[in-house]
């Protein structure tokens, strides 16, 4: 097995100085650059890890131990910032959503295809073992034929957080949907499979911007069961979000980031890896050293970003959106 380090940088150091302290602090893996247009941040954040920082990413890209690009920018920059990176010979990592637009979202996967580089995004909730637990046991029939599924999220935001670009559709694609319940919508798509038809309501609320603050929608999946989504920042405080799902023989579900529901009409032995990545991270490093794909990769990542855009037009108008059905062929 290959044990060389693998070498990331990080771009956007707001959220991505996080993800500098989870690359330092993974095996395999060494941070050796940072870049943000805010100088400042830059040099604390590279000052911290002992690395060198730069306000214009071209420049990092251009390093010769650079083999993994973290982009952590707002999500309308991605497309641009992946294929700049994809077109250097380095692998991309995405923050959640992959992009804003299915049209850029599509472009960056074919880029980085073309380059031969792997593309990742980084939904978080993939590498919890007991979301592995409710994966398997659905895929193993344990819950028998499904029923519902559900993924709630009611969090606060106050109106500071959208002075910037947050809430706006050219650097957020949306609100509360694409930006925060995204991370629930993707594990209830992996959960639940695709998606046959959307009925979406989105509103705004109780601030003042371009997209929604509230956003709810019920689904008809492909395999027969009905599927919910709600998603807003106009509660008073940030809850647990909640998945869960529920077939004929059993009953999951998540909430706030551990197992809160494993009831089954019989019991079972259950179906495990032995291994499974506990970040984006580790799966990278995992992956460039013994290959495959991410768990996470662009065209699994898109698929939650097609259906919140599906959710948007059927808001819009007011109808029934089917999905495209370009990505649930997978």
Same mark, same amino acid.
């Given at each position: 097995?290959?044990?060389?380090?693998?070498?990331?940088?990080?771009?956007? !150091?707001?959220?991505?100085?996080?993800?500098?302290?989870?690359?330092?602090?993974? &095996?395999?893996? =060494?941070?050796?650059?940072?870049?943000?247009?805010?100088? +400042?941040?830059?040099?604390?954040?590279?000052?911290?890890?002992?690395?060198?920082?730069?306000?214009?990413? /071209?420049?990092?890209?251009?390093?010769?131990?650079?083999?993994?690009?973290?982009? #952590?920018?707002?999500?309308?920059?991605? $497309? +641009? #910032?992946?294929?700049?990176?994809? +077109?250097?010979?380095?692998?991309?990592?995405?923050?959640?959503?992959?992009?804003?637009?299915?049209?850029?979202?599509?472009? #960056?996967?074919?880029?980085?295809?073309?380059?031969?580089?792997?593309?990742?995004?980084?939904?978080?909730?993939?590498?919890? =073992?007991?979301?592995?637990?409710?994966?398997?046991?659905?895929?193993?029939?344990?819950?028998?034929?499904?029923?519902?599924?559900?993924?709630?999220?009611?969090?606060?935001?106050?109106?500071?957080?959208?002075?910037?670009?947050?809430?706006?559709?050219?650097?957020?694609?949306?609100?509360?949907?694409?930006? +925060?319940?995204?991370?629930?919508?993707? !594990?209830?798509?992996?959960?639940?499979?695709?998606?046959?038809?959307?009925?979406?309501?989105?509103?705004?609320?109780? /601030?003042?911007?371009?997209?929604?603050?509230?956003? $709810?929608?019920?689904?008809?999946?492909?395999?027969?069961?009905?599927?919910?989504?709600?998603?807003?920042?106009?509660?008073?405080?940030?809850?647990? &979000?909640?998945?869960?799902?529920?077939?004929?023989?059993?009953?999951?579900?998540?909430?706030?980031?551990?197992?809160?529901?494993?009831?089954?009409?019989?019991?079972?032995?259950?179906?495990?890896?032995?291994?499974? &990545?506990?970040?984006?991270?580790?799966?990278?490093?995992?992956?460039?050293?013994?290959?495959?794909?991410?768990?996470?990769?662009?065209?699994?990542?898109?698929?939650?970003?097609?259906?919140?855009?599906?959710?948007?037009?059927?808001?819009?108008?007011?109808?029934?959106?089917? =999905?495209?059905?370009?990505?649930?062929?997978?």
């Amino acid at each position: 097995m290959n044990t060389k380090e693998i070498g990331f940088g990080v771009i956007g !150091l707001g959220m991505g100085a996080n993800r500098c302290e989870m690359v330092a602090g993974t &095996p395999g893996a =060494r941070l050796v650059a940072v870049a943000d247009i805010i100088t +400042q941040k830059a040099q604390e954040i590279a000052g911290k890890h002992g690395v060198d920082w730069y306000a214009d990413y /071209h420049k990092m890209l251009e390093r010769k131990d650079l083999d993994v690009t973290f982009v #952590m920018t707002p999500s309308g920059m991605h $497309a +641009q #910032m992946a294929i700049d990176a994809a +077109q250097t010979g380095k692998h991309v990592i995405v923050t959640k959503p992959i992009e804003v637009t299915l049209e850029k979202a599509d472009r #960056m996967i074919e880029v980085c295809k073309d380059c031969g580089v792997k593309l990742a995004v980084d939904f978080e909730q993939r590498y919890f =073992r007991h979301n592995l637990r409710i994966k398997r046991a659905i895929e193993d029939g344990k819950l028998g034929k499904l029923v519902l599924g559900e993924a709630r999220m009611k969090w606060y935001r106050a109106q500071k957080y959208y002075d910037g670009w947050h809430g706006t559709w050219e650097m957020d694609g949306g609100g509360s949907l694409i930006n +925060q319940t995204i991370h629930w919508i993707d !594990l209830l798509l992996w959960f639940m499979g695709p998606v046959e038809t959307v009925f979406g309501r989105t509103g705004v609320f109780t /601030h003042k911007i371009e997209t929604e603050d509230l956003g $709810a929608a019920v689904l008809t999946f492909e395999n027969g069961a009905i599927g919910t989504v709600l998603g807003t920042t106009t509660w008073y405080k940030d809850d647990d &979000p909640v998945v869960e799902v529920h077939g004929e023989k059993g009953y999951v579900g998540t909430k706030g980031g551990e197992l809160a529901l494993w009831e089954f009409v019989e019991k079972f032995e259950e179906n495990l890896p032995e291994h499974w &990545p506990a970040n984006v991270v580790e799966d990278m490093v995992g992956v460039l050293r013994e290959g495959g794909e991410p768990i996470v990769d662009g065209l699994e990542g898109e698929r939650s970003l097609e259906l919140v855009r599906a959710i948007y037009e059927s808001s819009r108008t007011e109808k029934a959106t089917k =999905r495209l059905h370009r990505i649930a062929g997978k």
